[in-house]
């Protein structure tokens, strides 16, 4: 079993920027990925960001330039630092931890753009 911690969030005005963190604890495989997703209200919740253990990427294209993703693996934390928010932005941001085949969710964190 693998457990997240999440911090961060919150809420800001447009165009403001904020930091969510993400530690990871328990059966943690060397080779894994990490990252963001998130879910509005009455959709699906879709990938924001992730990264291998590796240092690969992927992300949405609607955060692109915006958002970075970054991680200390000696520490098993991710971190997604996003800039220039909008209000489409808003939305519950889960981080995810996924090896072998598995995924796992972290709770959840509330971020709310104004406009």
């Known amino acids: 079993q693998v457990q997240l911690v999440e911090s961060g969030g919150g809420l800001v005005q447009a165009g403001g920027s904020l930091r969510l963190s993400c530690a990871a604890s328990?059966?943690?495989?060397?080779?894994?990925?990490m990252g963001w997703y998130r879910q509005a209200p009455g959709k699906q919740r879709e990938l924001v960001k992730t990264?291998?253990?590796?240092?690969?990427?992927n992300s949405a294209d609607s955060v692109k330039g915006r958002f970075t993703i970054s991680r200390v693996n000696a520490k098993n934390t991710v971190y997604l630092q996003m800039n220039s928010l909008k209000p489409e932005d808003t939305a519950v941001y889960y981080c995810?931890?996924?090896?072998?085949?598995?995924?796992?969710w972290g709770q959840g964190t509330q971020v709310t753009v104004s406009s």
């Open positions: 995810a931890y996924e090896d072998r085949g598995t995924r796992y």
């Open positions: 328990g059966s943690i495989f060397s080779i894994n990925t």
């Open positions: 990264m291998t253990s590796r240092g690969s990427t």
